[in-house]
Nanobody, 124 residues
Framework: QVQLAESGGALVQAGGSLRLSCAASGRPITSVSMGWFRQAPGKEREFVAT????????AYADNVKDRFTISRDQAKNTGYLQMNSLKPEDTAIYYC?????????????????WGQGTQVTVSS
């Protein structure tokens, strides 16, 4: 079993930046991709970004691709989401997830392990 723990969520003003972290623990990581998703109140969980664990290839949702950067540190078993130029519409609970067989998936169904989430609130 793989456990994922997000951190770094906070209240920030519009235009500000945050860096989220996702620490993986448990059995050795055999994931092929790590993804970030978010869920705002009353909305479905949506794709934000994903990265292939071994090669570092990335993919982003259109509404974040010029502002957010996903990365990973293999030695630390940790993934990151750097978020710049934050907007009020970025307010959500952010979740990290690992996929064991799908590369660069954009659907929640393609991920096998999930963290508990971290709250990001962007004030206007």
């Amino acid at each position: 079993q793989v456990q994922l723990a997000e951190s770094g969520g906070a209240l920030v003003q519009a235009g500000g930046s945050l860096r989220l972290s996702c620490a993986a623990s448990g059995r050795p990581i055999t994931s092929v991709s790590m993804g970030w998703f978010r869920q705002a109140p009353g909305k479905e969980r949506e794709f934000v970004a994903t990265i292939t664990w071994r090669t570092g290839f990335v993919a982003y949702a259109d509404n974040v691709k010029d502002r957010f950067t996903i990365s990973r540190d293999q030695a630390k078993n940790t993934g990151y989401l750097q978020m710049n130029s934050l907007k009020p519409e970025d307010t959500a609970i952010y979740y990290c997830a690992c996929a064991t067989s799908i590369l660069l998936g954009r659907s929640t169904a393609q991920y096998d392990y999930w963290g508990q989430g971290t709250q990001v609130t962007v004030s206007s």
